[in-house]
């Protein structure tokens, strides 16, 4: 793996587990597990196209997680501000 993509790697698995310390379900007992999980099995990979496939998954699992958070301040407020 090239020093650019290991960059990517890491930089990409130090912004999931800071998205992580938010996460519902917990960052100690299930966000870190499977996260270190899901990387340790990819840690295998030697084409470059399989690891910048990887890289997007990763990217989109950001945008996923980013859009929850999003969505759970936008439900709070809506029920403190809502008068239903």
């Known amino acids: 793996m090239s020093n650019i993509l290991r960059s990517q790697v890491i930089a990409l698995y130090k912004q999931l587990v800071y998205l992580g310390r938010e996460y519902p ?33 990763g990217e989109y699992i950001i945008k996923e997680l980013e859009m929850m958070y999003y969505l759970r301040k936008y439900r709070t407020l809506q029920k403190r501000y809502n008068n239903n």
């Open 25 to 57: 379900s917990g960052y100690t007992n299930f966000f870190r597990p499977k996260l270190k999980a899901a990387f340790l099995k990819k840690k295998d990979l030697k084409d470059e196209q399989e690891i910048l496939k990887a890289i997007k998954f």
